[in-house]
């Protein structure tokens, strides 16, 4: 190598001068001279380093040195926090290991099988349960293998389960999904699943894995199965019990009604005093047996679940009234007072079951009247307004009985118990009527309530839904309005009753709770009208009108007397205008008002009324057929229909009806339902099929 191209250009020159061309240097020599030139140039910055020190300054010197020194001990504060850092990850490295091995161990140990899938189908993870119940290893643990390997059907149809239908597979488009209809079919043995799989989203939101959990339910389906046929046999045998008490207890009541109908018969004939009075006993027993029976029936039905509720318009008032007139004597016995308030607001027609409705009210008002030894029972009924023109209808029945401690309440509804079931017993019975009214009020859309405390009273509300029906026609009661009535009772709540009824026809009425608070109320405005009450402490209904008649300017004021122990036949008119029976039905005291204050009546009797007795006795010489297989109901029965005159002839069933009817013209059939041949039901269809044509 040349020297020129090595020396230091200072040297260099000083070598050409002393030794001209530098190329024709020894090369020994030159390696000196390289040598030396390299010392030259580290001796050049050296002195040249030297020099700028030389011009710093000693506050320059102590910035840079306190530089150095903050660039040091940075430099180890990074070490320390790098060393931490480094110890922190290791923690947390530790405990993902752990948390991973316990998540492991937990999939291991569950008695489901878990798959997990990445996005390409691909396993991921595979517990032992899975493989347990697949029989497969983790590398055999494909989408395609499962299909291919196994034969997945749908439990019910047998029919092969879609792929793509499978919760893993809808898992990996987003959708969460469960199936319990799964049956995989392996090696001959079929083993019913149970799966469900969701998918599990990276950071950027897309779907990273499908995880999905299946599992063998065969001792659960197998449970299942025996809790249905153990349901099934169950419910067979209420059947059968029940099935076999309907038919008992008809069987029971075909004979009651002739025991009790033939001793109406025998009533009707000369019997001394004695024998009329052992009649009387078999009757009342009869009738109680039959009352029992009659329970046990219903019952018999709505466990067998054969009772069909009707559903007809009928007017709900109406039906309240003829419900409480079948407890009048009952109450009157025990000198209880009987009430009735409809609110304004309760429709007056509705479509449902009259008759079940009024049984659960018979029974309602039975059983308070029985518990009931003085005081008064009420029902009160409110209306809600529910959507799609339904109404929700509470019917309150209100007593001021003995009432229910709170430990016995839990037995009131339940079948064949009673509150107090002690052989010392003071009240009879069988236990199923508010077991029964509790079971006809839910059959009704509704239910049954009670709330009562000792000593009190109870409250036993029944609750029904039904639609309005179209109502008739309500009685104008324009000619009653602005005529001043004074109602007199004792009872207050049968005074708030007759004032809002009064009210509601637009009359001005006062009230009084005795006959000295009457007589003063009557010293001032004149009143149009005047209603007592018959039973009153100090000055009953009748001594009040006396008092009232004797008075000068009250002569002519007319009075109605209300009475809870019937109607007097005896009343000199010239005192008494009209007596009623409490309670007294609305229609019928709006009509005697309008009677006794001389305004005509708007509207002629609703076509909702049943006729009057003596217009049915009017009819007597009817032709009659009568349908019944059992031969003391027949002689009941016709005896009966003779003895007020009718003719009658008697077949023993259906195909017997509609041979009589090709014969004969009747004016009336009288049909018996359950008979040999053909029950009544079906020959009533035929011979309504045949006036049809």
């Known amino acids: 190598m040349p020297a020129s191209n090595v020396l230091n250009p200072l040297l260099e020159k000083q070598a050409l001068q002393q030794l001209g061309d530098l190329d024709a240097i020894p090369a020994p020599i030159a390696s000196l001279l390289r040598v030396v030139s390299a010392t030259y140039d580290r001796f050049q910055r050296d002195r040249q380093l030297l020099e700028r020190a030389m011009d710093l300054s000693s506050d320059e010197l102590l910035a840079v040195n306190a530089r150095l020194r903050e660039e040091r001990d940075h430099q180890a504060e990074m070490l320390v926090d790098l060393q931490e850092e480094i110890a922190r990850r290791e923690v947390a490295e530790t405990a993902l290991r752990n948390s991973k091995q316990l998540l492991t161990?937990?999939?291991?140990?569950?008695?489901?099988?878990?798959l997990v899938v990445d996005r390409s189908g691909s396993t991921y993870y595979v517990n032992r349960m899975a493989k347990t119940i697949c029989g497969m290893?983790?590398?055999?643990?494909?989408?395609?293998?499962?299909t291919e390997k196994f034969k997945l059907f749908v439990r019910d149809t047998r029919a092969h389960y879609p792929t793509d239908?499978?919760?893993?597979?809808?898992?990996?488009?987003?959708?969460?999904?469960?199936?319990?209809?799964?049956?995989?079919?392996?090696?001959?043995?079929v083993?019913?699943?149970?799966?469900?799989a969701a998918p599990v989203y990276s950071s950027d939101g897309t779907i990273e894995y499908a995880i999905s959990a299946f599992a063998d339910i065969s001792g659960r389906l197998a449970v299942e199965e025996a809790l249905r046929r153990a349901k099934d046999d169950a419910d067979a045998a209420a059947r059968a019990k029940s099935e076999f008490l309907a038919n008992m207890s008809h069987e029971i009541r075909t004979p009651m009604n002739g025991v009790i109908g033939m001793t109406s018969l025998l009533l009707d004939t000369a019997l001394t005093y004695e024998q009329q009075d052992f009649v009387n006993v078999i009757r009342s027993s009869g009738e109680s047996l039959l009352t029992i029976i009659n329970d046990i029936l219903d019952f018999s039905k709505i466990e067998a679940r054969k009772l069909v509720l009707e559903r007809h318009p009928f007017d709900l008032r109406q039906c309240l009234e003829d419900a409480l007139d079948l407890l009048v004597p009952a109450a009157s016995a025990k000198g209880l007072e009987l009430l009735l308030h409809v609110e304004h607001d309760v429709p007056q027609i509705i479509v449902s079951d009259v008759t079940r409705v009024r049984q659960v009210i018979v029974n309602l008002l039975s059983n308070a009247i029985k518990f009931t030894p003085a005081g008064e029972v009420s029902v009160h009924v409110t209306a809600e307004h529910l959507p799609r023109d339904l109404f929700k209808i509470v019917i309150q029945v209100r007593d001021t009985g003995i009432g229910i401690p709170a430990d016995?309440?839990?037995?009131?509804?339940?079948?064949?118990?009673?509150?107090?079931?002690?052989?010392?017993?003071?009240?009879?019975?069988?236990?199923?009527?508010?077991?029964?009214?509790?079971?006809?009020?839910?059959?009704?859309?509704?239910?049954?309530?009670?709330?009562?405390?000792?000593?009190?009273?109870?409250?036993?509300?029944?609750?029904?839904?039904?639609?309005?029906?179209?109502?008739e026609k309500r009685p104008d009661t324009g000619e009653l309005a602005g005529k001043r009535v004074l109602i007199v009772d004792d009872n207050v709540t049968n005074l708030r009753i007759l004032a809002l009824q009064t009210s509601a026809w637009g009359m001005r009425p006062e009230t009084a709770s005795s006959g000295e608070e009457a007589l003063t109320r009557l010293a001032g405005e004149p009143f149009d009208l005047a209603l007592f009450d018959m039973q009153m402490p100090g000055m009953d209904g009748l001594a009040l009108a006396r008092a009232v008649g004797s008075r000068?300017?009250?002569?002519?004021?007319?009075?109605?007397?209300?009475?809870?122990?019937?109607?007097?036949?005896?009343?000199?008119?010239?005192i008494i205008h009209a007596w009623l029976s409490k309670p007294v039905k609305s229609e019928y005291l709006r009509r005697t008002i309008a009677e006794a204050c001389r305004v005509p009546l708007s509207t002629p009797r609703l076509p909702s009324e049943s006729p009057p007795p003596a217009a049915l006795a009017s009819r007597a010489g009817t032709r009659i057929l009568l349908?019944?297989?059992?031969?003391?109901?027949?002689?009941?029965?016709?005896?009966?229909?003779?003895?007020?005159?009718?003719?009658?002839?008697?077949?023993?069933?259906?195909?017997?009806?509609?041979?009589?009817?090709?014969?004969?013209?009747?004016?009336?059939?009288?049909?018996?339902?359950?008979?040999?041949e053909m029950d009544g039901l079906t020959a009533t269809r035929q011979v309504r099929a045949r006036s049809s044509r």
Not at 191 to 196: E, H, T, V
Not at 558 to 574: C, E, F, K, M, Y
């Open 165 to 189: 239908q499978l919760p893993v597979v809808r898992a990996l488009i987003g959708e969460s999904s469960m199936i319990d209809d799964l049956d995989l079919v392996q090696d001959g043995q």
């Open 408 to 471: 016995r309440m839990n037995l009131l509804f339940e079948s064949f118990s009673q509150v107090d079931a002690s052989i010392t017993r003071k009240y009879g019975g069988t236990g199923l009527g508010l077991a029964i009214s509790h079971q006809l009020s839910e059959l009704l859309g509704g239910g049954l309530t009670v709330t009562s405390a000792p000593g009190v009273g109870s409250t036993f509300a029944c609750t029904l839904v039904a639609p309005a029906g179209e109502a």
């Open 191 to 196: 083993i019913p699943l149970q799966s469900w």
């Open 137 to 146: 290893t983790r590398e055999e643990f494909t989408l395609d293998l499962l």
């Open 552 to 574: 000068d300017g009250l002569a002519d004021m007319p009075i109605v007397l209300l009475s809870s122990i019937g109607q007097n036949l005896t009343h000199d008119r010239s």
């Open 627 to 676: 349908a019944e297989d059992n031969a003391i109901n027949q002689k009941v029965a016709t005896k009966m229909l003779e003895n007020m005159g009718h003719r009658v002839d008697v077949v023993a069933n259906g195909l017997e009806v509609l041979d009589a009817l090709d014969r004969i013209v009747y004016d009336i059939v009288l049909m018996d339902m359950m008979m040999p």
């Open 105 to 114: 161990q937990l999939l291991e140990a569950v008695p489901v099988g878990v």
